[in-house]
Structures are given as C-alpha cells and as structure tokens.
C-alpha cells in the first residue's frame, strides 16, 4: 500500500464516520454567515483531514455553513499570511500545526508575525512521531538505533519532507538529544521521502503516526520508538524513546485552530465553545482515532500556553542546527 492509497481510504472512512448530522449547539459566528478553515497544505494529508471533521464539528454546532479552503505554498506562509490579515470576526480561520511556530525560524523574513499577528482558539488535537525503518533494517528499536550510530558517525542516513518540516526537525532534535551524526536527506514532500525508505535507499525516517499507521499495519514498515511521554494505543508494543533511555525527546504533530488578531473575546469564546462540544463528540472522537491521535481541547490561553512552550523548544532545535529555508 502507498502513503498516497493510505491517506485517500484514511480520508474517505473519516469523512464518511461524520456524515450524521446533529442539532445546533452554540451560538453563531458573525450573523451565520460561511466560515472558512484555511488549511496551508494540500488535501489528503493529516493536517487537512482533520480540518475536515472539525469543519463538519462546527457546522453542526454553530448551524452555519464551515468550509475548508487549501491555500498551499512556502511552507505553510500563504496560508497564514492570508488569515493574519484576514478580518478579525471570527469568519476566517487556520488550522494551524507546528509551521505556525517554527516557520519565523526558518525564514530569514516574513511578512508578517504570527506570534502578534495570529490569536489561538483552541487546541484540537495531537499525534506522535514515530521513528520508521524497514523490516530487514538491522536494529529493532531506537535504543540500538542510537548505539549503532554513535558506533558509526556518518554512517546512517535519515529522509524528510524537505529542511524544516516536522519530520526533518524531529531528526535533528534527536541528534542533538542523543549526540548522532545521521546525515540528511530532504524530500520534496513525505510521500518520495518514504517511498525511498520503504526501498532502503535512506536508513530511517520519522513520520507522524496518522501516515505511517497503514504501512506499519501492512508490515511495510517497522517502528524504533515512539516520541511521546507515553505509549500509543494504536502501537501498544512499541516503547517510547523515554523508555528506551533517550529522555525529554517528545515530538507530536498538533492541530489547532487560530484567527487574525483583533477577534473580540466573545468571538473566540463562542468558537472555542463550540470546538470543545464538537470535540466530545463522538463522531469526533472516532475520527480522531481512527488517525491515532489524542483529543487536546482546552481554552484559547491554555493554546497560547502551548504555543509559547513550541516556540521555545523548536526554535532552539533550529538556531543550534542552522536550519534555513529561502
């Protein structure tokens, strides 16, 4: 099975387990009119299949109209440049991932802020990275994954989507956690990067848990460890990396929802009340297990809270690799 074929049954199940329409919950937003979810990436990929649930969530809650719209480009820029200035009533939002946060690290310019120029919602959920190899790779776990490369420096080699997505953060995080010397091997995008390691032409790969679940289900792949504090329920045998003796190594790919800066507060509070009802669910629920994800929720501080702590940890990541994207 190929992570395009994964993503697009991932997809179609989801959409179809929230297809049962429910009565209106929460107040409208903006007199009724369309809301639209900004995604910054394409379709079929784990940041916009939760951007449609949430838009079905929503729109049963608040009975009104919540449609999902891909502004793709410069790694997530257009997108979030759009919503940040974007009219602050509630009617324009981004489900935002760690791009939001890593993004003014990478870039040696942007056009706009969006740690002022982007207000939280409401976190809504999250799911681990996961360290991928193929089943014949000569080691099993993560732990004697580390060992062999601090044996061989140079030797081990690691893919990505392209320099500065999760995946390829997650990696240099680890490196810099462990002490390794893997080299890397940008991609232009996750679905080259892991057919190239389903071949053995690069060592290992990390990958959030939602895409590689099918493959690892398939037995086309195997996990080393799980970046997590805890053990996934959907890969109940793999260890985290914590309890593989490589410790404060913990990596999830989130997703929440933001809008442009200026939002009244009761605009954000109905939102997030009505993320928090479409989060206990469940129709919500289900979709979101069916990506092995965790359900976040909270209010808009305890996602600027998160925000915050992100900011902190991947731009450290980046300023001590020098990662750079132009």
Known sequence: MSLHC??????SALVLAAATPRPAGAQSIAGGRPIRIIVPFGAGGAVDIVARIVARELSAQLNQSVVVENRTGAGGNIAMEYVARAQPDGTTLLMASPSVVANPFLYASLSYDPATQLAPVGLVGEVPSVLLATPGFEVSDARAFV??????????????????TTEHLAAEMLKARAGLDITHVPYRGGAPAMTDL????????????????PLLQAGQLKALGIADRRRSPALREVPTFAEQGIADFNVTVWWGLMGPNGMPAEVVSRLNAALQAALASAE?????????????????EDFAAHLARERTAWGAVIRAAGITVE
């Open 198 to 213: 389903q071949a053995g032409r690069i060592s290992v790969m990390f990958s959030n848990l939602s895409g590689a679940l």
């Open 147 to 164: 060992a062999a490369a601090r044996a061989r420096p140079g030797h081990f080699t690691f893919g990505s989507g392209g320099a500065g």
């Open 6 to 11: 994964a993503r697009r049954a991932l997809l």
């Open 284 to 300: 919500m629920r289900a979709a979101l297990d069916r990506l092995a994800a965790q359900s976040l929720g909270g209010t808009a």
